[in-house]
């Protein structure tokens, strides 16, 4: 059963190259080499910075699934830059991204400041290359201090914070895992289903990958000798009858709210934290300071995941008592058929700012559907749900496209009329964080329609509504 999973998985392009391997590979070595190049350019006149950054070897780190080794074919390369400290934010920001631009065969470089974990995003050698930042004593970046210690978090700032966080839960994840092989294959479908479902988003507040490792993760533990078939039939038979909102925990602590000076970031405690003690399907990061990461599950998201468990349990049965074909666990979801109203929201603005602009409209999306979700809506709203992804109005046309699910009990009209101070406050608060780019507003056009599922085919542009049905509904 598990060479017939592998077997799928390669089929359906799964699985990255051994050219793309190779070509990822020399990538981050030449990207480790012009950080090295660049921090020594920006201490070209201090003598003792000079001396004192001789003894580390690197300042970029690979993140999540290539350190995983579960890389996809196409897939986006996440990496850290940890600086020494006399290193800023805005000197990564600004000057590390000139320095790129002059790198060859780069195609844009876009430094996204306005988010939670500040990035420059670029293309290099035609692969999609994230690098965060963060920046520590030099004694954490030479090993005389260890870089995994709590210590190492104090007197950052928050956005700093999250993004060495992001090292330290990968770093700490590989030494989890007890069976590495079986691990990534088991990673690599759940990641699959997980797509096709449409439960695989950071950008737009459902699961992103640390969520899904951490959940895999944990079955492996349970099952530390079980195949890869074996760990998926697990992981829905578990999670189907999971008592949420009991947290998912791959590494306990023994020290209890942990609490660094100067950074407000406590570990994870569900009778302490008030935003934590309202999670509704707490996934705990394994590294200090552990928190959810999948904080931004709403009412909506779990309901449907949960739903998704038990048929994924019930095909899975179905494959290992008759030896079935695994194509049917990933079945596109149709998400289409599940609504018969949505919010169509769109963006526009001018090409510079577009990367960051469009990072701010997602996060505030995140913000309205936990929003509409809210208890307070429950007895008019059934249901919301994002579609994972955004896309472009038409070939010619740079307009971004976002569309929300929604399940209610009344009509259009009323919908309408309910949800118009939601889209106020949203737009409302797109433009006041639009001001931290900063940009002016007659540079950025937003339009939120809501409309009838039989109208999407008249409000969408026709390549769009093709490109839309065709992966939802094949």
Same mark, same amino acid.
């Given at each position: 059963?598990?060479?017939?999973?592998?077997?799928?998985?390669?089929?359906?392009?799964?699985?990255?190259?051994?050219?793309?391997?190779?070509?990822?590979?020399?990538?981050?070595?030449?990207?480790?080499?012009?950080?090295?190049?660049?921090?020594?350019?920006?201490?070209?006149?201090?003598?003792?910075?000079?001396?004192?950054?001789?003894?580390?070897?690197?300042?970029?780190?690979?993140?999540?699934?290539?350190?995983?080794?579960?890389?996809?074919?196409?897939?986006?390369?996440?990496?850290?830059?940890?600086?020494?400290?006399?290193?800023?934010?805005?000197?990564?920001?600004?000057?590390?991204?000139?320095?790129?631009?002059?790198?060859? !065969?780069?195609?844009?470089?876009?430094?996204?400041?306005?988010?939670?974990?500040?990035?420059?995003?670029?293309?290099?050698?035609?692969?999609?290359?994230?690098?965060?930042?963060?920046?520590?004593?030099?004694?954490?970046?030479?090993?005389?201090?260890?870089?995994?210690?709590?210590?190492?978090? =104090?007197?950052?700032?928050?956005?700093?914070?999250?993004?060495?966080?992001?090292?330290?839960?990968?770093?700490?994840?590989?030494?989890?895992?007890?069976?590495?092989?079986?691990?990534?294959?088991?990673?690599?479908?759940?990641?699959?289903?997980?797509?096709?479902?449409?439960?695989?988003?950071?950008?737009?507040?459902?699961?992103?990958?640390?969520?899904?490792?951490?959940?895999?993760?944990?079955?492996?533990?349970?099952?530390?000798?079980?195949?890869?078939?074996?760990?998926?039939?697990?992981?829905?038979?578990?999670?189907? *009858?999971?008592?949420?909102?009991?947290?998912?925990? $791959?590494?306990?602590?023994?020290?209890?709210?942990?609490?660094?000076?100067?950074?407000?970031?406590?570990?994870? *405690?569900?009778?302490?934290? #008030?935003?934590?003690?309202? #999670?509704?399907?707490?996934?705990?990061?394994?590294?200090?300071?552990?928190?959810?990461?999948?904080?931004?599950?709403?009412?909506?998201?779990?309901?449907? $995941?949960?739903? =998704?468990?038990?048929?994924?349990?019930?095909?899975?049965?179905? $494959?290992?008592?008759?030896?079935?074909?695994?194509?049917?666990?990933?079945?596109?979801?149709?998400?289409?058929?599940?609504?018969?109203?949505?919010?169509?929201?769109?963006?526009?603005?001018?090409?510079?700012?577009?990367?960051?602009?469009?990072?701010?409209?997602?996060?505030?999306?995140?913000?309205?559907?936990?929003?509409?979700?809210?208890?307070?809506?429950?007895?008019?709203?059934?249901?919301?749900?994002?579609?994972?992804?955004?896309?472009?109005?038409?070939? !010619?046309?740079?307009?971004?496209?976002?569309?929300?699910?929604?399940?209610?009990?009344?009509?259009?009209?009323?919908?309408?009329?309910?949800?118009?101070?939601?889209?106020?406050?949203?737009?409302?608060?797109?433009?006041?964080?639009? *001001? =931290?780019?900063?940009?002016?507003? !007659?540079?950025?056009?937003?339009?939120?329609?809501?409309?009838?599922?039989?109208?999407?085919?008249?409000?969408?542009?026709?390549?769009?509504?093709?490109?839309?049905? =065709?992966?939802?509904?094949?």
């Amino acid at each position: 059963m598990s060479t017939s999973l592998e077997t799928y998985l390669i089929e359906v392009g799964h699985y990255e190259s051994e050219n793309e391997r190779s070509k990822r590979s020399t990538l981050i070595n030449n990207v480790k080499s012009l950080a090295k190049e660049w921090i020594m350019e920006m201490v070209e006149d201090n003598e003792d910075r000079k001396t004192a950054i001789k003894a580390i070897k690197q300042y970029i780190y690979p993140l999540g699934s290539y350190v995983l080794e579960v890389m996809e074919k196409d897939s986006k390369l996440d990496t850290i830059f940890i600086a020494p400290q006399f290193i800023s934010l805005e000197d990564f920001l600004t000057l590390f991204s000139t320095k790129l631009q002059q790198y060859p !065969n780069v195609k844009q470089v876009i430094a996204v400041g306005v988010c939670r974990t500040p990035q420059i995003r670029l293309i290099l050698d035609d692969t999609e290359l994230f690098i965060s930042f963060s920046n520590v004593p030099i004694e954490y970046l030479t090993g005389r201090k260890n870089i995994s210690h709590p210590n190492a978090y =104090e007197g950052m700032n928050f956005q700093n914070a999250i993004s060495l966080n992001g090292y330290h839960i990968i770093q700490d994840i590989l030494k989890i895992i007890p069976n590495r092989q079986t691990f990534q294959i088991a990673l690599r479908a759940i990641k699959l289903w997980a797509k096709q479902k449409g439960f695989y988003s950071r950008r737009l507040g459902i699961m992103g990958g640390t969520s899904w490792t951490i959940l895999v993760v944990y079955i492996c533990q349970r099952f530390p000798t079980a195949s890869p078939s074996q760990l998926i039939y697990q992981f829905f038979n578990i999670y189907r *009858e999971w008592s949420w909102p009991k947290p998912v925990e $791959i590494k306990q602590f023994i020290g209890k709210n942990v609490y660094v000076k100067n950074l407000k970031l406590f570990d994870f *405690e569900v009778s302490r934290l #008030a935003r934590d003690k309202n #999670a509704l399907m707490p996934i705990l990061t394994p590294s200090f300071p552990r928190n959810n990461s999948a904080f931004r599950i709403t009412r909506s998201t779990k309901s449907l $995941i949960v739903e =998704e468990f038990q048929k994924g349990f019930t095909i899975c049965k179905e $494959i290992v008592d008759r030896n079935g074909d695994w194509t049917a666990l990933f079945e596109p979801n149709r998400f289409f058929d599940k609504y018969e109203q949505f919010i169509v929201i769109t963006g526009n603005t001018i090409e510079n700012y577009r990367t960051q602009t469009y990072s701010v409209i997602e996060s505030k999306i995140k913000v309205l559907t936990n929003k509409l979700d809210d208890s307070k809506t429950k007895n008019f709203i059934r249901r919301v749900q994002a579609l994972p992804y955004s896309f472009d109005s038409t070939i !010619n046309d740079e307009r971004r496209i976002w569309i929300i699910g929604i399940k209610t009990t009344d009509s259009i009209e009323a919908v309408a009329n309910y949800l118009r101070p939601y889209i106020d406050d949203f737009n409302r608060t797109i433009f006041e964080k639009i *001001e =931290e780019i900063p940009m002016e507003r !007659n540079h950025i056009e937003i339009d939120v329609s809501t409309i009838r599922h039989e109208e999407l085919s008249t409000f969408l542009p026709q390549d769009a509504y093709d490109q839309l049905f =065709e992966r939802y509904l094949n």
